[in-house]
């Protein structure tokens, strides 16, 4: 695999937290010095680890809302 970086611009929320201190995320990142995106995915309690997840553009993330909005 290769390196990569990345840079948590900031922290939105909260989604969901295991008993294992593990919290799934809403952040703002900038993977590998690019523009920051939108960013779901679980993170370790240092932030050292990650799992799989989601990046978005703020339009991408502005759909998902409005979708979300109409749920009932």
């Known amino acids: 695999m290769a390196d990569f970086s990345y840079t948590i611009i900031k922290n939105i929320g909260v989604i969901s937290e295991t008993g294992k201190g593990w919290k799934r995320e809403l952040n703002l990142i900038s993977w590998n010095d690019r523009d920051p995106k939108y960013d779901i995915r679980d993170w370790?309690?240092?932030?050292?680890?990650?799992?799989?997840?989601?990046?978005?553009?703020r339009e991408e993330l502005d759909n998902i809302a409005a979708i979300v909005m109409k749920m009932d």
């Open 44 to 57: 370790a309690p240092d932030h050292a680890k990650m799992g799989k997840g989601i990046t978005l553009t």
